[in-house]
Structures are given as structure tokens and as C-alpha cells.
């Protein structure tokens, strides 16, 4: 998330940047934002309000506030970027997180929501042994949810640093604790239903900034995608290389590839997403929500095309490739050039909006996973008060928001782009395997699940230790230390099928039986909707 | 407000073995996976088809359909299309073949709860 900071700070230094523009829109959208979580806290009284908004979300907005939670700074920044310099490629990358929800849509969401109270662990330990599975379950979220925090929080400190312009690192510090404590009040007051608002606006402003961004960049080419291609080749000194793969993924296609499954594998597997499916009535409205998000990034995605060569046509691959962000400046600067200071204020509003918006589902996310599995079911077996658990739930934002900020102070100037990935992989190899094992196999018992969640987060956490990323090359952790001893960037490859192979072996090595009306029931359930948690009414 | 309930209903008012066997549920659940599973399979393999051949067929998808155009790009958005026309195939299918059919059931189960 590093190269947020850059990419802002490319726009800033290339133009005369106006700092007090950009507080004063950043400004407006906390204002705006806090006013509606605060409304939205109102009704927050148990813990379905607190966790799962009342589950009193139409699908529509549901819709939205997934494609909120799941456009980050590295979609919007990252993928412009990608295609404005390496052109096909970043579009290549593009896809595979859209086509994964299909995964989500025809597998998992429904099916989650009519199984499930509050969190992934619901579902997984629903005909299993409680405590273990639950403690894997919870483990598995806690560490997806940190890896990709700590990302966001890296980048938060770094773009609102660059905007107000401070330099130092004392005063970065400080800006990270700042968005720190913004994330907490939004979580502690407005708990899901206010993280549910603040990610249903920046949607609107992230995907109504690209459409406008977009329409703009065609009529400058007399809305013709083949005249934008044109300008693009003309533009990039690869030259009509940019109409095909290779320039970025070419050096080593079996790293794309690994990339590939874990993006198309680890949606249906990220712990925020799923949660998300709870704040819904019913598995109807999941699976309209589910819709809608297709809908809202596949839109978005295709912008990204037309922002990405329109950049390179615009801009210039090599002013993007050569300003202090890199590839993450492509769209900030395509903003400046087409509306100036106003629209690059605006730009980085949102840019900002996606990381608080983020990092606000992921907190509550971790926190819920906390109290309600850890907590509550494991080391109080259940027997708790549920206005206890959300109290510990409320302590644990606060817990969490302290540890996100220490951490983001901490890996200020490190190089955490991998952790985004990192996080999708682990998702894919730990919690996909046991989500379709518990929802589709019948045999599927505590051992397979046990061995699956912690076999796959250990596999792809080893995987990433041994990998460039940390040893061997100018951009590796370590820097131009050691050699890696696995070849590829992402653990993928061997992560997600070792996950699948694991949650078999571990069920067919056990003889244990699990409780077969328990699982007549789940599968009852979660086809047919009965018993499912209903709305709140207040 | 409802309070918060248990996660499963009282023990001994629905035998779920038996629902579970029940040729109405065995339907809903053949209706539900015959249409899932081959979908499923059929989008991950067009997918990684598609990603396969950008990976190792680069000759191929730079090739130019029309203007600046090339296959690559159609293949891309090809991907696009396939994604949206599975999201309304399904929920076409859902709509019709399987709320009719888990409603029914959930109904009857609801009446039985309530009648226990």
C-alpha cells in the first residue's frame, strides 16, 4: 500500500497541489460519514445490530456496500496503473477478481446466510466439534483480516500524510494514529450498520468518480475504444506490445497463474465478504446482493480498462512509470490531467474513503470473529450474556485498532504490497477447502477441517517466507539477502490444493463420527432457509 | 426485536434424518446441484482456459481482430459477458425452479414447529 503514498505524491509534486482543497473534501467525507454512522447507531442494541446490522439491508444495498468493501485502493490505483503501463496484463489481472464471485454466487452465499448467525465459524462448526473448529476457523479470519489491515493502514498513513503534506515520519505516525481512532469511533459507534453506510457512499463516490473519469476520457476519443487503443500504442514505448499478454506476467506465467487461482479461489473465502451475506433478511436477498455486486465491479472493472489505457494515452507510461508512486500514479494523475486540482482532491478523497471503508469492515470483522467464536463459544462455551459478548466485541475494536496502528506505524517505508495477496491466498487455502467440504460433504468431519484451516494458513504463510518477497531481489523484504528457496510470489499453486488435500486426508484418516442428525439438519437448512435468523424489527 | 435464539431448534420437534430423506428434499437438492456443479466446473475451466492461454499463448491473443482490437481482448471481455450471463442464468433458475420448491418445504417445516 506503499505505493499510495508515491502515487500521491507523483500527482502532488507534478502540479501545484493545494492542500487545503484536499483537507477540506477529506474533511467533508468524515463529516458526512460520521453523521450517518452515528444516525445509523440508534438501533444498535443486541448482537445481530451490532454485528449484522439488524440483518435490515435490501440486497441493493448489500450490493453496494460488498462492492464497497471489496474495491480497494490496490483495485482502483493498482489496476489502472497496471494497464496504463503494462496494458493487457493489468486487465488480465483485473478479471480474476470478478469471475470469482461466481464462486461466491453459485456456491457459498446462500447457503452461508441460511446456515449462519454472525461469522464463517457459524457454518463450519455447525455439525462439527465446536472448539476446535471454531479456534481454526477464528485463527484463519484473524490472520486474513491482519494481513490485509495492516496493507490498508500502511497506505492510509502514507496518502493523507502526502496530501496535508507532511514528510516526517513523526508526523506520518501521528496521521496513521489519526485514521486509527477514526476507524475505531466509526466501529465502536456505529458497529455494522454504520461500517455497512460508510462503505454503501464510497461505493457511490469510487464508482461514480470512474464513470465520470471514463466517459470523459471517451469523448476524448470520440468514444471509440479502438481510437483510445490507438492513442495507447502511439503513446507507450512498448508500442503496440500493450494489445497483448506478457509485459507483466511474462518473465514467469506460472506466477500469474498461482495469482490467478488464489484471486478466483479466495473471494468466496475472504471472512469481511461472508460476513457481509448476514446483514441481509434472507438467502434471497444475499443472493440479490450478490447480483448486485457482480454488476457494480464488473462495471467498475470495465472502467478500469478505459482509465488504465487512458492514462497511458494521456499521461504517458513513461511520466507514470517514472513518478515516485510508479504504476499507482496512473490514475491520480489522469485525474489532474483531465479536471485538474478539483478532480485530483477528489480522486484522493475516495482513494481515502476506500481504505477507511476497508479497514472498517475488516476491524469489525476480526473484532465479531473475536468475541463471538473465541470468546463467547470456546472459552465460555456459549454460556455468556449476549450483551457480554458485545461488550468484549466493543473492546476488541478498540484492541484491534491499536495493534492496526502500531502496526502501520511500524511497516512505514517497508514494501507490503504482497500482504493484499497474501491475504487472498490464505483465504483460498485455509477457509474455501472447509466452507464446500462442510457445505457439500457429507463425510467431512472435525479432523479434515482442523487440518485444512491450519495446514493451508501454514502452507501459504511458509510459502510467502520462502518466496522472492522476502529474500534475494532489490524489492524483497530482505533486500538483495539470501536466495528464495521458493520460486514464485504467490503460495497459491501449492497452498490451495495442499488446503483440499488436507481437509480429505484428515477425514478419511479419522474415525470419528460426526452427529448425523446435525448433519441432516445443516443440510435441511441451508437449502431450504428454515430457521434461519430472521431481521430485527424495532 | 427478536432475542437471539438458539443455533439449532429444539431437540425432538423435526426429525431432519427424515426430511433429509423425504423425496421432496432429495429433489430440491438434485435440483439445486445438477445446476450448480456443471456451471461451476464449466466457469473455472473456461476461466483458466482464458488465463492459460494469455499465459503461454501470447502470439495467439495479440493477434488483431479489427483496428487495435485483438483476440486477447475479446477473449477478456468474452469473460465479462460469460460472468454476467451466468449471474442472470442462475438467478433466472433460482427464481423459478428452486425458492418455488424450498419455500414449500420450509412452510411445511414452519407448520410442524409450530403445531409440536
Same mark, same amino acid.
Given at each position: 500500500?506503499?505505493?499510495?503514498?508515491?502515487?500521491?505524491?507523483?500527482?502532488?509534486?507534478?502540479?501545484?497541489?493545494n492542500?487545503? +482543497?484536499n483537507?477540506?473534501?477529506?474533511?467533508?467525507?468524515?463529516?458526512?460519514?460520521?453523521?450517518?454512522?452515528?444516525?445509523?447507531?440508534?438501533?444498535?442494541?443486541?448482537?445481530?445490530?451490532?454485528?449484522?446490522?439488524?440483518?435490515?439491508?435490501?440486497?441493493?444495498?448489500?450490493?453496494?456496500?460488498?462492492?464497497?468493501?471489496?474495491?480497494?485502493?490496490?483495485s482502483?490505483?493498482?489496476?489502472?496503473?497496471?494497464?496504463?503501463?503494462?496494458?493487457?496484463?493489468?486487465?488480465?489481472?483485473?478479471?480474476?477478481?470478478?469471475?470469482?464471485?461466481?464462486?461466491?454466487?453459485?456456491?457459498?452465499?446462500?447457503l452461508?446466510?441460511?446456515?449462519?448467525?454472525f461469522?464463517?465459524?457459524?457454518?463450519?462448526?455447525?455439525?462439527?466439534?465446536?472448539?476446535?473448529?471454531?479456534?481454526?476457523?477464528?485463527?484463519?479470519?484473524?490472520?486474513?483480516?491482519?494481513?490485509?489491515?495492516?496493507?490498508?493502514?500502511?497506505?492510509a498513513?502514507?496518502?493523507?500524510?502526502?496530501?496535508?503534506?507532511?514528510?516526517?515520519?513523526?508526523?506520518?505516525s501521528?496521521?496513521?494514529?489519526?485514521?486509527?481512532?477514526?476507524?475505531?469511533?466509526?466501529?465502536?459507534?456505529?458497529?455494522?450498520?454504520?461500517?455497512?453506510?460508510?462503505?454503501?457512499?464510497?461505493?457511490?463516490?469510487?464508482?461514480?468518480?470512474?464513470?465520470?473519469?471514463?466517459?470523459?476520457?471517451? $469523448?476524448?476519443?470520440?468514444?471509440?475504444?479502438?481510437?483510445?487503443?490507438?492513442?495507447?500504442?502511439?503513446?507507450?514505448?512498448?508500442?503496440?506490445?500493450?494489445?497483448?499478454?506478457?509485459?507483466?506476467? @511474462?518473465?514467469?506465467?506460472?506466477?500469474?497463474?498461482?495469482?490467478a487461482?488464489?484471486?478466483?479461489?479466495?473471494?468466496?473465502?475472504?471472512?469481511?465478504?461472508?460476513?457481509?451475506?448476514?446483514?441481509?433478511?434472507?438467502?434471497?436477498? $444475499?443472493?440479490?446482493?450478490?447480483?448486485?455486486?457482480?454488476?457494480?465491479?464488473?462495471?467498475?472493472?470495465?472502467?478500469?480498462?478505459?482509465?488504465?489505457? @487512458?492514462?497511458?494515452? +494521456?499521461?504517458?507510461?513513461?511520466?507514470?512509470?517514472?513518478?515516485?508512486?510508479?504504476?499507482?500514479?496512473?490514475?491520480?494523475?489522469?485525474?489532474?490531467e483531465?479536471?485538474?486540482?478539483?478532480?485530483?482532491?477528489?480522486?484522493?478523497?475516495?482513494?481515502?474513503?476506500?481504505?477507511?471503508?476497508?479497514?472498517?469492515?475488516?476491524?469489525?470483522? $476480526?473484532?465479531?470473529?473475536?468475541?463471538?467464536?473465541?470468546?463467547a463459544?470456546?472459552?465460555?462455551?456459549?454460556?455468556?450474556?449476549?450483551?457480554?459478548?458485545?461488550?468484549?466485541?466493543?473492546?476488541?475494536?478498540?484492541?484491534?485498532?491499536?495493534?492496526?496502528?502500531?502496526?502501520?506505524?511500524?511497516?512505514?517505508?517497508?514494501?507490503?504490497?504482497? +500482504?493484499?495477496?497474501?491475504?487472498?491466498?490464505v483465504?483460498?487455502?485455509?477457509?474455501?477447502?472447509?466452507?464446500?467440504?462442510?457445505?457439500?460433504?457429507?463425510?467431512?468431519?472435525?479432523?479434515?477441517?482442523?487440518?485444512?484451516?491450519?495446514?493451508?494458513?501454514?502452507?501459504?504463510?511458509?510459502l510467502?517466507?520462502?518466496?522472492?518477497?522476502?529474500?534475494?531481489?532489490?524489492?524483497?523484504?530482505?533486500?538483495?539477502?539470501?536466495?528464495?528457496?521458493?520460486?514464485?510470489?504467490?503460495?497459491?499453486?501449492?497452498?490451495?490444493?495442499?488446503?483440499?488435500?488436507?481437509?480429505?486426508?484428515?477425514?478419511?484418516?479419522?474415525?470419528?463420527?460426526?452427529?448425523?442428525?446435525?448433519?441432516?439438519e445443516?443440510?435441511?437448512?441451508?437449502?431450504?432457509?428454515?430457521?434461519?435468523?430472521?431481521?430485527?424489527n424495532? | 426485536?427478536?432475542?437471539?435464539?438458539?443455533?439449532?431448534?429444539?431437540?425432538?420437534?423435526?426429525?431432519?434424518?427424515?426430511?433429509?430423506?423425504?423425496?421432496?428434499?432429495?429433489?430440491?437438492?438434485?435440483?439445486?446441484?445438477?445446476?450448480?456443479?456443471?456451471?461451476?466446473?464449466?466457469?473455472?475451466?473456461?476461466?483458466?482456459?482464458?488465463?492459460?492461454?494469455?499465459?503461454?499463448?501470447?502470439?495467439?491473443?495479440?493477434q488483431?481482430?479489427w483496428?487495435?482490437i485483438?483476440?486477447?481482448?475479446?477473449?477478456?471481455?468474452?469473460?465479462?459477458?460469460?460472468?454476467?450471463?451466468?449471474?442472470?442464468?442462475y438467478?433466472?433458475?433460482?427464481?423459478?425452479?428452486?425458492?418455488?420448491?424450498?419455500?414449500?418445504?420450509?412452510?411445511?417445516?414452519?407448520?410442524?414447529?409450530?403445531?409440536?
Open positions: 500500500m506503499n505505493e499510495i503514498f508515491g502515487a500521491i505524491d507523483a500527482a502532488v509534486q507534478s502540479a501545484e497541489n492542500p487545503i +482543497l483537507i477540506s473534501i477529506f474533511g467533508a467525507f468524515v463529516a458526512v460519514t460520521l453523521f450517518i454512522v452515528i444516525r445509523a447507531s440508534r438501533n444498535n442494541k443486541t448482537a445481530a445490530d451490532y454485528y449484522a446490522a439488524g440483518r435490515s439491508f435490501t440486497g441493493p444495498q448489500n450490493g453496494f456496500a460488498i462492492s464497497g468493501d471489496y474495491l480497494s485502493a490496490a482502483f490505483l493498482g489496476i489502472c496503473g497496471a494497464i496504463a503501463i503494462n496494458g493487457y496484463d493489468g486487465f488480465l489481472y483485473s478479471i480474476g477478481f470478478l469471475v470469482a464471485w461466481l464462486v461466491a454466487l453459485l456456491l457459498v452465499a446462500e452461508m446466510r441460511n446456515t449462519g448467525k461469522t464463517m465459524a457459524d457454518v463450519l462448526s455447525f455439525r462439527l466439534k465446536q472448539a476446535p473448529v471454531r479456534m481454526a476457523a477464528a485463527i484463519t479470519t484473524l490472520a486474513v483480516c491482519f494481513f490485509y489491515l495492516l496493507a490498508q493502514m500502511a497506505g498513513g502514507g496518502l493523507v500524510s502526502l496530501l496535508l503534506g507532511i514528510n516526517d515520519t513523526i508526523g506520518q501521528v496521521v496513521v494514529a489519526v485514521v486509527g481512532v477514526l476507524m475505531i469511533l466509526y466501529v465502536l459507534i456505529g458497529g455494522m450498520k454504520g461500517t455497512t453506510w460508510v462503505q454503501i457512499v464510497k461505493a457511490f463516490l469510487l464508482i461514480g468518480g470512474a464513470l465520470g473519469m471514463t466517459i470523459w476520457v471517451l $469523448a476524448l476519443h470520440g468514444f471509440s475504444l479502438n481510437t483510445l487503443l490507438e492513442a495507447a500504442v502511439a503513446a507507450s514505448p512498448a508500442g503496440e506490445d500493450i494489445l497483448g499478454p506478457g509485459l507483466q506476467y @511474462g518473465a514467469n506465467p506460472w506466477d500469474f497463474i498461482s495469482l487461482l488464489a484471486l478466483v479461489l479466495g473471494t468466496a473465502g475472504l471472512p469481511h465478504v461472508l460476513m457481509r451475506f448476514y446483514t441481509v433478511p434472507t438467502a434471497k436477498e $444475499a443472493r440479490r446482493s450478490v447480483v448486485w455486486a457482480i454488476w457494480l465491479i464488473g462495471l467498475f472493472y470495465l472502467l478500469t480498462l478505459v482509465l488504465g489505457y @487512458g492514462a497511458g494515452a +494521456l499521461v504517458g507510461a513513461e511520466t507514470i512509470a517514472a513518478a515516485p508512486g510508479g504504476v499507482n500514479s496512473a490514475a491520480p494523475l489522469l485525474a489532474l483531465l479536471g485538474g486540482p478539483i478532480l485530483l482532491g477528489f480522486i484522493s478523497a475516495v482513494a481515502f474513503a476506500t481504505i477507511l471503508a476497508v479497514v472498517a469492515g475488516l476491524t469489525i470483522t $476480526a473484532a465479531a470473529s473475536f468475541a463471538h467464536d473465541i470468546y463459544n470456546v472459552v465460555k462455551k456459549g454460556k455468556v450474556e449476549p450483551d457480554s459478548e458485545v461488550k468484549v466485541a466493543r473492546r476488541t475494536v478498540v484492541v484491534i485498532g491499536v495493534l492496526s496502528i502500531l502496526g502501520g506505524i511500524g511497516v512505514q517505508g517497508q514494501n507490503v504490497a504482497f +500482504l493484499v495477496a497474501l491475504a487472498f491466498a483465504a483460498a487455502s485455509a477457509n474455501l477447502p472447509t466452507i464446500l467440504y462442510s457445505l457439500f460433504w457429507r463425510r467431512f468431519n472435525t479432523r479434515g477441517a482442523v487440518w485444512s484451516m491450519y495446514g493451508g494458513l501454514a502452507a501459504a504463510i511458509i510467502i517466507f520462502l518466496s522472492p518477497v522476502f529474500w534475494g531481489t532489490e524489492t524483497s523484504v530482505f533486500k538483495e539477502t539470501g536466495t528464495a528457496i521458493w520460486p514464485l510470489n504467490n503460495p497459491g499453486i501449492v497452498s490451495i490444493p495442499l488446503g483440499f488435500f488436507l481437509g480429505w486426508l484428515g477425514t478419511v484418516t479419522s474415525s470419528k463420527k460426526e452427529d448425523p442428525r446435525l448433519a441432516a445443516m443440510d435441511v437448512r441451508s437449502l431450504t432457509g428454515f430457521g434461519a435468523e430472521k431481521a430485527t424495532h | 426485536m427478536t432475542a437471539p435464539h438458539n443455533e439449532t431448534a429444539p431437540p425432538g420437534v423435526i426429525d431432519y434424518v427424515a426430511v433429509e430423506d423425504s423425496p421432496q428434499f432429495r429433489n430440491l437438492k438434485r435440483t439445486q446441484r445438477s445446476f450448480v456443479f456443471p456451471l461451476a466446473v464449466a466457469f473455472l475451466l473456461w476461466y483458466f482456459v482464458y488465463v492459460l492461454l494469455s499465459s503461454f499463448a501470447g502470439e495467439f491473443m495479440s488483431r481482430l483496428g487495435d485483438t483476440v486477447g481482448l475479446v477473449f477478456g471481455l468474452g469473460q465479462f459477458v460469460t460472468t454476467f450471463a451466468i449471474t442472470m442464468t438467478v433466472w433458475y433460482a427464481n423459478r425452479k428452486l425458492d418455488p420448491q424450498a419455500q414449500a418445504i420450509r412452510e411445511q417445516l414452519e407448520k410442524q414447529e409450530a403445531g409440536a
